[in-house]
């Protein structure tokens, strides 16, 4: 990283057509697992980010792990029990969100092996029963209509198993998951033609071209079309050193990969169930600013790609490896384990406030990156987004940025503020430090630390010309930065 300070400009006619901003990343967010969701702090903190951020969905695994119990042997006999789900799924109905439900993993009384994966033992193996595994699908499935009914299930995507595609979740092979997929998709149409199935959930946009020609060949029904891809995927493995995974990621790697994925779709829904900027469960990019300026940049540049985008994850509360109890410890939530939004959740803030609509940018630089939105006509307000934004081990400085925002002759600016993140700014790890590091923080320092993640207004100089807005302002390197407007009539 360098000290120099040179200049980008940047311009926008804010009385020029808009176009779309659909902002998928909305559509849902990942979690750990289905256990997880029966706890008080999960809850709370989702539907706190739902009402932050505007979640219509949120995906986990598990949910015919044992722990569940929604297959176990007892007696000899299966003992089905849905009442864990009904509590999960009552209260997302309860907060305005829906589940993204994934059918994993292989209950132990149907497993053909002892083969597990996380510390919550989730097991790998295919069932030694194809149609024992399609019996407990339809009686689950049908619970669900008969609880919720078919229009409730009928919004909700069914996904089967998570990435088969490697070995560390499925001992099987390609042809042993396109079965299992088969025998879903077929147990779940039984119930009702009306309800969603898709896949191949595959990591890395993995297995794409086959699972589509396999269905298309067998008459297999799939409604959607869902896959996972990670930054760091083009380069090692899930535990090797992400700087440099990161340094040697291709520039636009996850919209070429969207893009492709795409193509293949069509005009069925593509839906990438996780991604984050790392695939690193204990990365220290995920609580800082980095974080929120790389993810801000991926979601923009997908947002005419994919229909949903869905982060993983929401929350550090997650169990994968084993349960954290560091305040801060690289994890991949959005929120702490306090629920202290870190500086991605803020950025989202400030990304949902662009609102559905659009107008196109002009201008040019390697790290700077400027968003407007459309508002409306009579809107009091306008608002930007602006990114400073580098991958490790690549140039970066502060950014003095100038930007031009021409409007309608019948109004002119009352006021510009700016909200920064940065190492400086909405930094509650920082601030963590700050005040000692404390393994269990205390709810007072709980709450200063939400309050050290708040991102606030200051005022910016501007200058008023001719129907003509002009801003400078200097951008520290990997902020996430948002202007507000007010307009009055002139």
């Not at 299992?180 to 959930?201: M, W």
């Amino acid at each position: 990283m360098t000290d120099s300070v040179s200049n980008a400009r940047f311009a926008a006619d804010l009385t020029a057509p808009s176009r779309a901003l659909r902002q998928p990343w909305q559509w849902c967010v990942g979690s750990g697992h289905a256990t997880l969701a029966l706890r008080a702090d999960w809850q709370a903190q989702l539907a706190q980010a739902q009402r932050d951020l505007g979640f219509k969905y949120v995906r986990f695994h598990g949910i015919l792990d044992d722990d569940m119990g929604t297959l176990i042997c007892q007696n000899d006999q299966p003992l089905y029990s849905f009442f864990n789900t009904d509590r999960i799924f009552d209260f997302l109905l309860s907060i305005n969100m829906k589940p993204v439900v994934e059918l994993s993993f292989m209950p132990r009384t149907l497993s053909s092996g002892g083969d597990i994966v996380f510390h919550y033992q989730g097991n790998i193996t295919p069932p030694k029963d194809l149609d024992a595994w399609a019996e407990l699908i339809r009686r689950l499935v049908s619970h669900w209509v008969e609880r919720y009914g078919i229009d409730e299930v009928a919004s909700w995507p069914m996904e089967c198993w998570n990435e088969p595609n490697l070995k560390a979740f499925w001992t099987g092979d390609q042809a042993d998951y396109f079965a299992l997929y088969r025998a879903t998709a077929q147990a779940i149409k039984q119930v009702d033609a009306r309800l969603q199935v898709g896949g191949p959930v595959t990591a890395g946009n993995g297995w794409l071209d086959d699972f589509t020609a396999y269905c298309k060949r067998k008459d297999v029904p799939f409604d959607f079309v869902s896959t996972h891809y990670y930054p760091t995927d083009p380069f090692g493995a899930i535990d090797s050193d992400t700087i440099t995974q990161l340094e040697h990621s291709p520039p636009g790697v996850m919209r070429q990969r969207a893009s492709e994925a795409r193509a293949v779709a069509g005009t069925l829904p593509l839906y990438y169930t996780e991604w984050s900027i790392s695939s690193n469960p204990r990365d220290p990019f995920h609580d800082s600013s980095f974080a929120a300026a790389l993810a801000t940049r991926i979601v923009m540049s997908v947002d005419d790609v994919v229909d949903g985008y869905s982060y993983w994850t929401f929350t550090d509360i997650f169990e994968e490896n084993y349960f954290p109890s560091a305040p801060f410890h690289g994890g991949f939530g959005m929120m702490n384990l306090y629920g202290v939004p870190k500086p991605i959740y803020r950025a989202m803030q400030m990304l949902r406030a662009l609102g559905d609509r659009q107008i196109d940018v002009t201008g040019e630089h390697a790290t700077v990156a400027v968003w407007v939105g459309a508002g409306t006509e009579a809107s009091p307000s306008s608002r930007v987004v602006l990114i400073n934004q580098a991958l490790p081990r690549h140039p970066i400085a502060a950014e003095q940025v100038t930007l031009r925002l021409s409007h309608a002759s019948g109004r002119k600016p009352r006021a510009v503020t700016l909200k920064r993140i940065d190492a400086e700014h909405a930094n509650p790890e920082r601030a963590w430090h700050e005040m000692g590091a404390p393994a269990y923080p205390s709810q007072a320092q709980v709450a200063a630390l939400v309050s050290a993640s708040e991102v606030a207004s200051e005022p910016v100089p501007f200058e008023a010309g001719e129907s003509v807005l002009t801003v400078r302002l200097t951008l520290a390197p990997q902020s996430v930065n948002q202007l507000d407007i007010q307009w009055m009539d002139a």
